[in-house]
């Protein structure tokens, strides 16, 4: 029912800035929390914001204060605001959709998109 395209990754600098986009097909409302997990390679697959349907945003604490999560008023496409980049920044960056609350755990949130590259250089 719901899928979900990333788009905006590539590569840049440290300390510079990116924006990703996640472009949402079918319906979603406020009952649906989204957000973003990344990948390094070698590395567990973890959480970086989410987005409850009431409008909270929850921040792992390694992009706290540099990433923000947002969305358009329509909840048509999902924004991931990326500053201050680090070379651990550096990974896949899935936009994903679960039901109900939030949650941390890559497992429980049902949608994925495919990814898109975020690679930052020192």
């Known amino acids: 029912q719901v899928r979900l395209v990333e788009s905006g990754g590539g590569s840049v600098q440290a300390g510079g800035s990116l924006r990703l986009s996640c472009a949402v097909s079918?319906?979603?409302?406020?009952?649906?929390?989204m957000g973003w997990f990344r990948q390094a390679p070698g590395k567990e697959r973890e959480w970086v914001a989410l987005l409850g349907g009431g409008g909270t945003r929850y921040y792992a604490d390694s992009v706290k204060g540099r990433f923000i999560i947002s969305r358009d008023n329509t909840w048509s496409t999902l924004y991931l605001q990326m500053n201050s980049l680090k070379p651990e920044d550096t990974a896949v960056y899935y936009c994903t959709a679960r039901v109900g609350f939030c949650s941390t755990t890559p497992t429980a949130n049902k949608y994925w998109g495919q990814g898109t590259q975020v690679t930052v250089s020192s």
């Open positions: 079918g319906y979603t409302d406020s009952s649906y929390c």
